[in-house]
């Protein structure tokens, strides 16, 4: 069993990237736009100090296979997280401005 520090460190990415796919996946949940997780579950270790949450090596390959279907950039579903330039891109400007509207209208 792996924890989230050598997980990382097999998948390439950092703990915090991590840590983001299993957040961006309870909003998913929480929103209802999807029924399931789609990411293998960790194991929460209770009885050890701070409660690490471990993975399994079969976990590891599902977590690789999903960083391999993942988009990287501005047209990826994580495009706002994974595209270093997207305060640039015209669609965040727009949702800026429409953003602002709504809060000058209130």
Partial sequence: MLNSYEVSQELGISIYT?????????????????????LPQPIKMVEQKGKPNMWEDDMVKALKEYKSQMVIGCKGVYGRYSNPYHKQTKKYQKEM???NDAKNNN
């Fill in 18 to 38: 991590l840590k983001n796919w299993y957040l961006w996946e309870r909003k998913l949940l929480s929103e209802g736009v999807i029924t399931e997780p789609y």
């Fill in 97 to 99: 401005e429409e953003m």
